[in-house]
């Protein structure tokens, strides 16, 4: 692709859609006025991150609001006219004056008169808590049940995506392929904005995470062992992503775009407006990118078949993405609001791809076998969130109600053509058709008893359903008809219902923190389908299971705390893992599913120690989790007969089957150090240990099961170091290490990586160029050795070579956040974020 090429798909594609969601900030350009003042108390002290709001009685456009700082004082444009000022502060009683704004100027100091449950000097008291908070410009920190990381410093993944940030996030690494694991596991539950999404596709894939901009992300929540609060599946974790929702008052917007190489472009805007009782925001975008995948496995049989074989497969990938996202939250009083959002997203490709096979027999003559693939596909998400939030008072009694529907719908279509030695055998067209429906219903209720303590209760319900279509026609040289004529047309239905009620209960005796919790999950599982043979297969799964959770804490001293924690998790197999619906695009290598495949299940305990200062942060944690039941891959081979039409071949199948049990411990570190004004660490460090026992049948043996025992010490460590040139000029490097691990039947090399990036803010604060090199010595490859009964396969895949990308960010008015600091309590009560997070 040619720079001409490049330049028209940023232009066209995603410039327009940009301009159409930023043409909004025109509305909003008028002559203003610089106005300043102060928020005193009656003993004439500053109160700081009082809320000032400025209502115009002639235009409400004009209004706007302001949040004083930490001396009390304010400054904001205004347009001249008459206004009605309210001021409110914690503790303190609202106050209303008028005031005409004639032009620019100093208003003077606004007095404000305290609660009468406040103290006598006027001061906030202030309730202690088992949450442990660092400060707010800190990357990383840690609560009692889980660990948040702010990817607004990370500058590797500017102008990136989801699958970017995640790649610096502590506790978590993301493999060539776009498995995301935590601590050496990849059963990792996604959510986002706490609850599964259609934004991530029916089974989050690579893809998925890839259309999501990481401008567009807030933070994530890291949460290795989660309370009964959140649901259970998920024995490695939970990924919380958090979208953006401004939060300031007036209008604010940015615009971010991305040049790159291999070829990408992308350009996306996020928009709010708060004004009165109403909050808007709208955020969307687009972008091109193009990647390439590289595999290649070499065979060895050492018993019957005595041939090696050595396969190479190379796909190029072009595909589009667009998303678009608008919501407003309507405050009914002060204790009562509701909210509706949307999101739309689609992902478009075209893949190219060519799997050469090269056969040596020991006896016989060399064969060599093509196969070349064509392809297309297209995902359409849609997803609508409502919900309604009631504070019954303000001690922080709430109730919170949402309702989630979402759609997933997913068309693929492949021309595969094979042959042999050059001379063509056959072709096939295939159509896969996926839709997955979701609708999501979620009841929180908080009660707090006392000053310390709080009952948490809720009820959840997740109604899944997912339909595949695939159609696969053919046409071979020896067929005396040269049409295509139907082989075989697969049809599934997989549904899925959960009902879940959780109870916690948390509370303090002196410096000892607990929370203990009780989760209850109802589930049912239905699949139906019509196998390759034509047979009709129709099963049913149930299940329902106790979670318990506990959670305690010990403050030694300030931001000084040690931390203990159990819970039970269930780890429920994927759609695709249980229905066997083979891809063809690889006739040699396939996947296939298993409808008996059964949940497996954890047991987690944690004890870690957090230190939280102003210069460093310090997180270890020693971990044990124990699995029954375990899913692991399994490889095996089958060697496939000759026919008058096809020739003979060796196939390799990967299966996933309950192995046994898996126990695995570790220390988790984590840690950020400001060494200096202009330098800057953040470091992951996970040492673990597995031991995998069970049994399992080998189909190339026959039914003769084979015991199995893994076991060994692997590592995983990143470090990103920040230099700060100048108050304007800032980069990082980043290196990360994998160290290798053995499975059942699979033995994975080690692999690092280095990373690169640059910022610069430019035009007075409100721009920022960013430059990232992804992967600067191209070393970033899967590379694994796989054992079975009668043959050693090696294999090495890349999912994505080196590459770099330039963004430029540009930020629009900035107003000041209007809401009020939290009193401890209010920290401590909510331990699944803000913007209607709840992980119920």
């Given at each position: 692709?040619?720079?001409?090429?490049?330049?028209?798909?940023?232009?066209?594609?995603?410039?327009?859609?940009?301009?159409?969601?930023?043409?909004?900030?025109?509305?909003?350009?008028?002559?203003?006025?610089?106005?300043?003042?102060?928020?005193?108390?009656?003993?004439?002290?500053?109160?700081?991150?009082?809320?000032?709001?400025?209502?115009?009685?002639?235009?409400?456009?004009?209004?706007?609001?302001?949040?004083?700082?930490?001396?009390?004082?304010?400054?904001?444009?205004?347009?001249?006219?008459?206004?009605?000022?309210?001021?409110?502060?914690?503790?303190?009683?609202?106050?209303?004056?008028?005031?005409?704004?004639?032009?620019?100027?100093?208003?003077?100091?606004?007095?404000?008169?305290?609660?009468?449950?406040?103290?006598?000097?006027?001061?906030?008291?202030?309730?202690?808590?088992?949450?442990?908070?660092?400060?707010?410009?800190?990357?990383?920190?840690?609560?009692?049940?889980?660990?948040?990381?702010?990817?607004?410093?990370?500058?590797?993944?500017?102008?990136?995506?989801?699958?970017?940030?995640?790649?610096?996030?502590?506790?978590?690494?993301?493999?060539?392929?776009?498995?995301?694991?935590?601590?050496?596991?990849?059963?990792?539950?996604?959510?986002?904005?706490?609850?599964?999404?259609?934004?991530?596709?029916?089974?989050?894939?690579?893809?998925?995470?890839?259309?999501?901009?990481?401008?567009?992300?807030?933070?994530?929540?890291?949460?290795?062992?989660?309370?009964?609060?959140?649901?259970?599946?998920?024995?490695?974790?939970?990924?919380?992503?958090?979208?953006?929702?401004?939060?300031?008052?007036?209008?604010?917007?940015?615009?971010?775009?991305?040049?790159?190489?291999?070829?990408?472009?992308?350009?996306?805007?996020?928009?709010?407006?708060?004004?009165?009782?109403?909050?808007?925001?709208?955020?969307?975008?687009?972008?091109?990118?193009?990647?390439?995948?590289?595999?290649?496995?070499?065979?060895?049989?050492?018993?019957?078949?005595?041939?090696?074989?050595?396969?190479?497969?190379?796909?190029?990938?072009?595909?589009?993405?667009?998303?678009?996202?608008?919501?407003?939250?309507?405050?009914?009083?002060?204790?009562?609001?509701?909210?509706?959002?949307?999101?739309?997203?689609?992902?478009?490709?075209?893949?190219?791809?060519?799997?050469?096979?090269?056969?040596?027999?020991?006896?016989?003559?060399?064969?060599?076998?093509?196969?070349?693939?064509?392809?297309?596909?297209?995902?359409?998400?849609?997803?609508?969130?409502?919900?309604?939030?009631?504070?019954?008072?303000?001690?922080?009694?709430?109730?919170?109600?949402?309702?989630?529907?979402?759609?997933?719908?997913?068309?693929?279509?492949?021309?595969?053509?094979?042959?042999?030695?050059?001379?063509?055998?056959?072709?096939?067209?295939?159509?896969?058709?996926?839709?997955?429906?979701?609708v999501i219903a979620k009841a929180d209720y908080e009660l707090p008893i006392g000053e310390n303590s709080k009952v948490e209760a809720g009820y959840r319900l997740d109604a899944n359903n997912n339909d595949y279509s695939n159609i696969v026609m053919r046409r071979k040289q020896a067929d005396l008809v040269p049409n295509f004529l139907p082989q075989y047309t697969y049809d599934a239905n997989y549904k899925e219902m959960f009902n879940a009620f959780y109870v916690q209960f948390r509370s303090k005796i002196g410096k000892l923190g607990y929370q203990l919790g009780l989760r209850d999950e109802v589930s049912k599982v239905d699949i139906n389908y019509v196998n390759k043979a034509g047979e009709a297969v129709i099963k049913s799964k149930n299940y329902n299971n106790l979670f318990p959770s506990v959670f305690l804490s010990y403050e030694i001293a300030k931001d000084n705390q040690f931390l203990l924690n159990y819970s039970r998790r269930i780890d429920r197999p994927r759609s695709f893992f249980l229905i066997p619906n083979p891809n063809y695009s690889d006739s040699q290598n396939i996947f296939?599913?298993?409808?008996?495949?059964?949940?497996?299940?954890?047991?987690?305990?944690?004890?870690?120690?957090?230190?939280?200062?102003?210069?460093?942060?310090?997180?270890?944690?020693?971990?044990?989790?124990?699995?029954?039941?375990?899913?692991?891959?399994?490889?095996?081979?089958?060697?496939?007969?000759?026919?008058?039409?096809?020739?003979?071949?060796?196939?390799?199948?990967?299966?996933?089957?309950?192995?046994?049990?898996?126990?695995?411990?570790?220390?988790?570190?984590?840690?950020?150090?400001?060494?200096?004004?202009?330098?800057?660490?953040?470091?992951?460090?996970?040492?673990?240990?597995?031991?995998?026992?069970?049994?399992?049948?080998?189909?190339?043996?026959?039914?003769?099961?084979?015991?199995?025992?893994?076991?060994?010490?692997?590592?995983?460590?990143?470090?990103?170091?920040?230099?700060?040139?100048?108050?304007?000029?800032?980069?990082?490097?980043?290196?990360?290490?994998?160290?290798?691990?053995?499975?059942?039947?699979?033995?994975?090399?080690?692999?690092?990586?280095?990373?690169?990036?640059?910022?610069?803010?430019?035009?007075?604060?409100?721009?920022?160029?960013?430059?990232?090199?992804?992967?600067?010595?191209?070393?970033?490859?899967?590379?694994?050795?796989?054992?079975?009964?009668?043959?050693?396969?090696?294999?090495?895949?890349?999912?994505?070579?080196?590459?770099?990308?330039?963004?430029?960010?540009?930020?629009?008015?900035?107003?000041?956040?209007?809401?009020?600091?939290?009193?401890?309590?209010?920290?401590?009560?909510?331990?699944?974020?803000?913007?209607?997070?709840?992980?119920?």
């Amino acid at each position: 692709m040619n720079q001409t090429e490049i330049v028209n798909i940023f232009t066209k594609k995603t410039l327009a859609l940009t301009f159409v969601l930023s043409a909004a900030a025109m509305a909003f350009a008028q002559e203003k006025a610089g106005v300043t003042g102060m928020i005193v108390n009656k003993n004439n002290q500053p109160v700081p991150y009082a809320s000032v709001t400025f209502s115009n009685k002639a235009n409400k456009s004009l209004s706007d609001a302001v949040l004083t700082d930490e001396n009390g004082q304010y400054k904001l444009e205004l347009a001249p006219g008459n206004y009605d000022i309210t001021v409110e502060a914690i503790d303190y009683k609202k106050s209303i004056v008028n005031k005409n704004i004639a032009g620019p100027g100093n208003i003077g100091a606004l007095s404000i008169q305290p609660e009468a449950t406040t103290t006598l000097d006027g001061k906030t008291q202030e309730i202690q808590g088992v949450v442990i908070t660092a400060a707010a410009t800190k990357p990383y920190k840690v609560e009692l049940d889980k660990r948040t990381y702010d990817p607004s410093q990370d500058i590797v993944s500017k102008g990136g995506n989801l699958q970017d940030v995640l790649s610096n996030v502590p506790s978590v690494s993301v493999d060539t392929d776009g498995t995301v694991s935590m601590r050496g596991s990849s059963n990792v539950k996604f959510l986002i904005n706490g609850k599964p999404s259609a934004l991530l596709g029916i089974d989050d894939g690579a893809n998925a995470l890839q259309s999501i901009p990481a401008d567009q992300i807030d933070r994530i929540e890291v949460i290795t062992n989660p309370s009964s609060k959140f649901e259970a599946s998920g024995t490695a974790g939970i990924l919380n992503i958090i979208l953006k929702k401004n939060k300031k008052t007036g209008f604010n917007g940015s615009v971010t775009g991305t040049l790159g190489y291999l070829p990408q472009t992308a350009l996306n805007t996020n928009l709010s407006w708060r004004k009165g009782k109403f909050t808007w925001f709208l955020n969307g975008g687009g972008g091109y990118r193009e990647s390439k995948n590289t595999s290649r496995t070499d065979a060895i049989f050492n018993s019957g078949i005595n041939k090696e074989q050595h396969n190479e497969s190379i796909s190029k990938n072009k595909s589009d993405n667009y998303n678009a996202s608008g919501g407003l939250t309507f405050d009914i009083s002060d204790k009562t609001s509701v909210n509706a959002s949307g999101t739309v997203r689609t992902f478009d490709s075209d893949n190219t791809g060519n799997i050469n096979y090269f056969d040596y027999p020991f006896v016989g003559a060399d064969v060599f076998r093509q196969r070349s693939s064509i392809g297309s596909g297209n995902n359409l998400a849609f997803q609508g969130d409502f919900g309604l939030d009631h504070k019954f008072n303000d001690k922080g009694q709430n109730l919170a109600l949402s309702l989630s529907v979402q759609r997933n719908r997913s068309n693929n279509d492949s021309d595969i053509s094979d042959a042999t030695d050059g001379a063509f055998k056959l072709q096939d067209l295939i159509n896969q058709h996926t839709v997955n429906k979701s609708v999501i219903a979620k009841a929180d209720y908080e009660l707090p008893i006392g000053e310390n303590s709080k009952v948490e209760a809720g009820y959840r319900l997740d109604a899944n359903n997912n339909d595949y279509s695939n159609i696969v026609m053919r046409r071979k040289q020896a067929d005396l008809v040269p049409n295509f004529l139907p082989q075989y047309t697969y049809d599934a239905n997989y549904k899925e219902m959960f009902n879940a009620f959780y109870v916690q209960f948390r509370s303090k005796i002196g410096k000892l923190g607990y929370q203990l919790g009780l989760r209850d999950e109802v589930s049912k599982v239905d699949i139906n389908y019509v196998n390759k043979a034509g047979e009709a297969v129709i099963k049913s799964k149930n299940y329902n299971n106790l979670f318990p959770s506990v959670f305690l804490s010990y403050e030694i001293a300030k931001d000084n705390q040690f931390l203990l924690n159990y819970s039970r998790r269930i780890d429920r197999p994927r759609s695709f893992f249980l229905i066997p619906n083979p891809n063809y695009s690889d006739s040699q290598n396939i996947f296939d599913g298993n409808i008996d495949l059964n949940p497996s299940y954890v047991d987690s305990y944690e004890i870690g120690y957090s230190i939280s200062k102003k210069n460093f942060t310090i997180n270890p944690t020693l971990y044990y989790r124990h699995s029954t039941d375990d899913v692991k891959m399994l490889v095996f081979d089958e060697a496939v007969p000759a026919t008058p039409t096809e020739d003979a071949m060796t196939v390799f199948h990967t299966r996933p089957i309950n192995l046994g049990t898996d126990d695995r411990y570790g220390l988790d570190l984590n840690f950020n150090w400001d060494a200096t004004k202009w330098l800057k660490f953040l470091g992951n460090v996970d040492l673990f240990g597995y031991k995998t026992t069970g049994v399992y049948f080998d189909p190339a043996i026959m039914d003769k099961p084979t015991s199995f025992e893994g076991k060994g010490f692997s590592t995983r460590a990143r470090l990103t170091s920040t230099f700060k040139v100048d108050k304007t000029f800032s980069f990082q490097l980043q290196g990360f290490y994998r160290g290798g691990q053995k499975t059942e039947s699979i033995d994975r090399k080690d692999m690092y990586a280095v990373n690169f990036g640059a910022s610069k803010t430019i035009w007075n604060g409100n721009g920022t160029l960013s430059f990232n090199i992804q992967d600067i010595f191209n070393t970033r490859s899967m590379q694994s050795t796989a054992y079975g009964a009668n043959y050693t396969r090696d294999s090495y895949m890349q999912w994505q070579p080196r590459q770099f990308a330039l963004s430029l960010t540009y930020r629009f008015k900035q107003g000041e956040k209007v809401e009020q600091p939290k009193r401890k309590k209010d920290i401590n009560s909510n331990a699944a974020g803000d913007d209607q997070q709840s992980p119920m």
